[in-house]
């Protein structure tokens, strides 16, 4: 059998995977065994994410209505806002309603006083 | 996104809260409570757990702090040094007498705060005085030459409108709490 070496193979793998990884810091975007590891890690972590972006931000919006709620009158909050909004059938969802909050807070304490009922 | 509106220099701006124990019968746990969330910036609408947005509170006349029941004569503080045998208690009301009214206060905040590496640079912006003289008059805004914020830490909501609105930023309709549309 005469010798076979691999050639470029392995190393046209391998450049995919390290250009994925060339943004990383340190070892982890220069040594190709760490390299390979650390795309999955990334690729894993993404997936996760995703989800849990969704998660993260709603309860961020919720945080931030919730605080200016709260400043408008003494024992209003948000969980009585959501209950008079579905009560009044309104459909703003949290994401507007932080967007509100931010923008115009007169706007928002108008609403919640509207469906204050 | 949201995450991209208001990211001006005003809007992060740290305002300083006065609230002063001689004027404010609300018991201890209440008004701390109160203070760790506007030190952790949770009052403000663009409140974000990345940053920190949180303000300063001066805290005067901590001498005159209310607290309900037998707490004073009765309520422990522990100190440990590691060492073994060396736990030791003292009342509330021995602490009010070797430390003051500032470092109960400061006690029941830091319980407060989330525990996380902005706990301390949080406390720190939480200035306790036992008596009325504290030197940070000028910081404390004041429109027309009234406070903007209130003695009650509560309605600080107003705080940034006023001051949007002296610097020209809002209509100069009548801006704050919505209170008087009930």
């Known amino acids: ?30 040594l190709t065994r760490t390299i390979i590891q650390q795309k999955i890690r990334s690729l894993v972590s993404s997936h996760r994410d995703r989800d849990r972006k969704k998660i993260d931000f709603r309860r961020l919006w919720i945080t931030r209505i919730n605080a200016v709620i709260r400043g408008n009158r003494v024992s209003y909050s948000y969980s009585r806002l959501i209950h008079n909004l ?19 807070r007169n706007c928002l304490y108008m609403i919640s006083n509207e469906i204050r009922s | 996104m949201s995450q991209q509106i208001a990211r001006t220099r005003l809007a992060y701006a740290r305002t300083w809260h006065h ?4 004027t404010d019968p609300r018991p201890l ?30 805290a005067t006349s901590c001498a005159d702090i209310n607290t309900t029941g037998k707490k004073r004569y009765q ?9 073994p045998g060396s736990l030791k208690s003292m009342s509330m009301d021995n602490m009010f007498k070797k430390w003051g009214g500032g470092e109960v206060l400061k ?16 406390l720190a912006r939480l200035k306790v005085f036992e008596g009325e003289d504290h030197p940070y008059r000028k910081n404390v805004v004041k429109i027309d030459g009234k406070t903007v914020n209130n003695d009650r830490i509560g309605h600080i909501g107003e705080t940034l409108d006023a001051v949007l609105q ?8 009548k801006v704050g709490v919505a209170q008087a549309s009930t």
């Open chain 2, 19 to 22: 609230l002063s124990f001689a």
């Open chain 2, 75 to 83: 309520k422990l503080y522990y100190t440990h040094s590691t060492r």
């Open chain 1, 1 to 30: 059998m005469t010798r076979i070496r691999r050639g470029y193979i392995a190393r046209r793998r391998r450049t995919k995977i390290r250009l994925f990884a060339s943004s990383f810091r340190g070892a982890r975007s220069r």
């Open chain 1, 86 to 104: 579905y009560k009044r059938q309104l459909l703003l969802n949290r994401k507007i309603l932080a967007q509100i909050a931010i923008l115009n």
């Open chain 2, 29 to 58: 746990g209440r008004i701390a409570s109160s203070i760790a969330l506007h030190l952790m910036g949770k009052h403000k609408p663009i409140y974000d757990p990345s940053t920190d947005c949180g303000d300063y509170v001066i």
């Open chain 2, 107 to 122: 006690k029941a905040v830091r319980g407060m705060l989330p525990k996380n590496r902005l706990r301390d640079k949080r």
């Open chain 2, 166 to 173: 002296m610097k020209n930023e809002l209509p100069p309709e």
